[in-house]
């Protein structure tokens, strides 16, 4: 795998004549971006924020002795000695995160510090609407200064508007199974439209609609813990019309901003490429985690976005049949291929696109810089091919609360010591600073 990989990576640099510069060392070479390319990395209100009071607060008090004693199964031996946080329940509970609620600014000076000219966060919508129809003055405000403090250090904000939480009140009439969401979410986006117009130009509506349908209605690991299909199908259809009304109310506030959701994608590759099988397991895979939710909110998107985490080797009833050579320390495999193949795939529906989301748990920070710049290796050679790729952001700025895992998975290119709340830079953060101040990977 190693081989091939050094193999892929020399041939993209000679097969490319624009967009790299031959340096002394004839081993060495040079990537290119595009200039005026957004690079950054990205976080969630409610995994790093810290004292929320949303659907997720309440669901982690409820689940977290669970969760506790669920870890010995789901996870390998080696996890669990590296991490025996996994087996405190304080370990499942968002509680003060990383506070970044009162700690922004010391973030957004990192942040500037590593060189990104770009950052993208979210807005908690429990906070702004904690009942309905009842917008908190003060939390606006406090939004207003976080987006003030990205741009006084020249940083261009996107902004998330659901990062899969919802205030108690939208909780209990179903969330986005009920379709009045579509409604209350429009209107909060277009309050958000109007508050922060002039300061936000990258909208964000709904974060990975495909992980949270599959992981609240379908595996129902996650709160409400549904488990059913056709509830499933239904979330398809509100969460896209959702967004689509969203993209309406926030250009009802301005045409000059832009508008996109965040959307994960996963890299599925057929074992056999002659079976009819596998291909046709690959197809329906790619339809549902790929395909449905674009077309649900076709001519709803100013831009696309890629989050990229998986690929599966997929055959007819088994569909993960990968070679994990790599993984991160969730165990999930790390294949930078993928990003290329999803860039091209995306590049079809002729839309600028942002990858929003890339990242790996590496608490030891041994994967990270070689992962990124892998990653970006193979974002540069769709970008050579035509592909309008315009930005890229890391998961995560800093580690984080990770939804059903807890705090001890950690993605951050800055780690956080959560008792002291003490910021320390990894390594890989100051070797991805070099690529964002010049534009380049070199390789
Ligand atoms: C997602 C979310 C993030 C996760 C990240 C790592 O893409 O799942 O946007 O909230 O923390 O992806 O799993």
Known sequence: MKNKKLKLS??????????????NNPESKKLIFPSGFLWGASTAAHQVEGNMKNNWTKWEKENAERLVKEAKTKWQPWQQKKFPEMFEPKNYISGQACDQYHRYEEDFDIVKKLNHNAHRFSIEWSRIEPEEGRFDEKEIKHYRKVIQAL?????????TLWHWTNPQWIEEMGGPTNKKFIFYFARFAELMAREFFGLVNFWLTINEPTSVISASYISGIWPPQKRNPLIALKVYKILSQAHNQAYETIHSVSQNVQVGFANVLVYLNPVNKSSILDRLTVK????????KFLNMTDGYNDFLTLQYYFHF????????????EVVSDLGWEVYPEGIYHLLKNLGKYNLPIYITENGLADAEDEKREKFIKDSLLWTHRAINEGIDVRGYFYWSLIDNFEWDKGFWPRF?????????????????ALEYAKICQENTVKI
Not at 10 to 20: R, S, T, Y
Not at 151 to 159: D, K, L, Q
Not at 412 to 428: A, C, D, F, H, P
């Open 10 to 23: 020399n041939e993209l640099v000679q097969k490319n004549a624009d967009g790299f510069n031959e340096s």
């Open 151 to 159: 741009r006084a250090r020249g940083i261009e904000p996107f902004v």
């Open 284 to 291: 329906i895979g790619n339809y549902f985690a790929n395909r």
């Open 313 to 324: 080797d997929v055959a007819f009833l088994a569909t993960n049949n990968n070679k994990n």
């Open 412 to 428: 951050g290119l800055v780690e956080i010591n959560y008792k002291t709340q003490e910021r320390k830079i990894r390594s890989s």
